[in-house]
Structure formats: C-alpha cells, structure tokens
C-alpha cells in the first residue's frame, strides 16, 4: 500500500486533466504555450517582446506610466537583453535552535539576437555560480518546428522556477544537510551540451527529443537522451488544461564506486486552469537512481489562486521516496506561501514549509525570496 494516496492523488490530476511555463500557472490561466512570452521554446532564460510586456504591465500590481518612464528590453532592432536577480532569507527550526542567514541565489545576465525571423541565438550567464547557457534556435521545420543546438536545459516535465521541488533538484543541503533532502538531477546549474528537436505536430501538442551531454569530460559516457509529449487544448476562454509525459535516459556516477550506471526515469504531469484558479502535479519513477535495482518515485502538486492583481497564495505538496523497497524512508514536505508583485519586475515570495519524516524531528523553515527581473 505503500504510496497508494500518493498515486491516487496523480490519477485524479490525469482524469481532471497544465501548460508549463516559467511559472507554468500563468500559462495554464491564459492559455498559449512557452513561445508566447520566451524566446525559448520550452520556456525559461530570456523573455521575447510579450513577455517582457507581460511582466511589465500585466503581473505587477503598480507598473511604471510611459509619460514618466520610457523602458524597453531592446538594444536597436534585433538584441533583446534581460536578467534575473535572486535571493533569500532563510529560517530554519532544530531541536535545539533556530538559525537565520542570507544567502545569494543566482545573477544572470541574458541576451537574444535574431539573425533573421526564423533563427535567433539567446545567452545566459550566471555570475555567482559561474555557469553560461547559449545555444542557436532555427525555426526552419513546417508548422513553426525547430532545432536547438548548443547549451541548454534539457525539456523534462513541469519545469517550475523553484528547484527545491523534488521533481526539480530538491533543497541542495542548503536547509538541512541530513542526506534526506534528496531530489532529480534538475538543479539550477543542470545543463547540456547537445541537439533538441521540437515538433508540433498539431495546434495543441509539442514533441521535444534531445541527446546532449551533461559533463564537461569528453568520452567518459555516453550522452542523455530526452524526450517529452505536451497537450495544451483551450476548452473555453476561461478553461485550460495541460497533460503529458517525459522519459530521460541517462548515466549517474555514483559516488560508492565512482562508477556511471545507466538510469531511467518517467514521468507524467496534468493540471488545469480555471479563472484565477491553476492546479497541476507531476509524478516521476526513477530506476536505479539511488541504488541499483531499486525505484525512486518523485511527487509534486502545486495549487495555485489569483487573489488580486499582484497577488498569489500558493500551496505545494512535495514527496520523495528514494526506495521501493524500504519502509519508513520517504519524507514529505508542505509549503505554504505567497507570491507578490508590487511593482514592475520585481516579486517576493514568502513561504513556510513543514517538513514530514519517520521518525518525525523539529526541521520546519521559512523563507523569504526577493527576485528582480527584467
């Protein structure tokens, strides 16, 4: 019965039946796909004409009037330019203390230039943790299909903003270096040096594959292959829905014997938006992830309401069970919080998490995000 709610939970999201974006809620609520507001065609990094629009005048609770201050994210015709500044506070609870600190997230500075209307290149650099991101998009295949080739997040399920989900890359030890803040390979500095493909092969559905390379040692292993089918219908005007799977094949080195074994992992997400209203989860197996012969299943169910112009409450599910086939070693956590953007590309996202365990000890926490984007 291990993990059956769990599964039920994910069964119901597919019945009922999400669009993924930078923050996928947006696009669930308004339908369209990650090219609406990215240059990206699987979302993130630099955002196009309509999403810099976007977050200028549409999220934000108070936008700058044009009369008194003239913006704009191009550089002459054909550049665009954007960054994204993080950080945080942190407060963690133990049973003998309660700790506090700051800690600096990411500084990335990014670009887009536009060879002509079908090709264009876009950059990333993060500066406090050193890592660059550049790769060429062609849209030169019919029915806008493209080809990405260089350095780039591989598109695998829901790919939300806060890589402490488990589904993403999980807490890092940042919190709570106690070996069960376990999470996917798909932390913020996760990359790939290779070749995607992106299909749509109709209105409605993208089909991505890529192979590439996540290491910067040559001939040590063989590449990852990824790939990922996306729905996206619009029922009505005020109803959208999202549903899909992701497969990743890939090679892990693990740490006991400094050997690569091979890994699997799976995944299928769903959700749907209604109004002011989004919810979406996401379930992934992983064969072989933490320890040959055995399955680690990730979870992630996010809910989602626009109180006000400006003003999201959030409440997320995260489960990690690193075992199939030990008891009492999967660990949950809550998270409660908000989402507030008081002024044109600036956003601070209080949040609580309660964090669940056998045996339970004293590990809540609290943090407060202040990001600033352009």
């Not at 609406?36 to 108070?62: E, M, Y």
């Not at 993080?86 to 060879?115: E, G, H, I, N, P």
């Not at 913020?188 to 409605?204: C, H, M, N, R, V």
């Not at 990852?224 to 090679?251: E, I």
């Amino acid at each position: 019965m291990k993990g059956s709610l769990f599964t039920l939970i994910v069964i119901f999201l597919f019945v009922s039946a999400a669009e993924t974006f930078s923050l996928p809620r947006f696009s669930l609520r308004m339908g369209g796909t990650c090219m609406d507001c990215h240059s990206n065609p699987t979302g993130g990094i630099i955002r196009n004409d309509g999403g810099w629009s976007f977050g200028k005048n549409v999220l934000a609770l108070v936008s700058p009037r044009e009369e008194n201050v003239k913006l704009s994210n191009r550089i002459g015709e054909n550049i665009r330019f954007g960054f994204d500044l993080r950080a945080q506070y942190l407060m963690k609870q133990t049973d003998s203390t309660t700790q506090t600190d700051f800690q600096r997230m990411a500084a990335s500075l990014y670009a887009d230039v536009d060879f002509s209307d079908d090709i264009n290149a876009i950059t990333r650099f993060d500066y406090l943790n050193a890592i660059w991101e550049g790769y060429v998009v062609a849209r030169i295949l019919p029915n806008n299909s493209y080809v990405k080739a260089g350095v780039f997040t591989p598109n695998f399920g829901i790919r939300t903003d806060d890589h402490t989900a488990y589904t993403r890359g999980g807490d890092l030890g940042v919190l709570f270096a106690t070996g069960r803040d376990q999470g996917l390979i798909y932390v913020p500095t996760y990359l790939e040096t290779g070749l995607e493909l992106g299909a749509y092969i109709s209105d409605i559905a993208l089909l991505t594959a890529s192979v590439g390379n996540p290491r910067n040692q040559l001939f040590v292993t063989d590449p990852t292959y990824t790939t990922s089918l996306q729905f996206f219908p619009m029922v009505s005007d005020n109803f959208n829905l999202f549903f899909g799977g992701s497969f990743v094949n890939l090679k892990k080195r693990r740490i006991t014997t400094g050997s690569y074994e091979n890994v699997n992992m799976m995944g299928g997400f769903a959700g749907f938006g209604f109004r002011g209203f989004t919810l979406m989860g996401e379930y992934v197996i992983a064969n072989d992830f933490i320890v040959n012969d055995q399955k680690s299943t990730a979870l992630m169910v996010e809910a989602a309401y626009r109180l006000m112009k400006g003003l999201e409450a959030i409440a997320r599910l995260d489960r990690f069970d690193p075992s199939d086939k030990a008891a009492k070693d999967e660990f949950t956590r809550i998270v409660f919080g908000f989402e507030f953007f008081p002024y044109s590309f600036i956003e601070i996202r209080p949040q609580y998490r309660i964090q669940m365990e056998e045996p339970k000890i004293k590990n809540d926490s609290f943090v407060l995000q202040f990001h600033f984007y352009y």
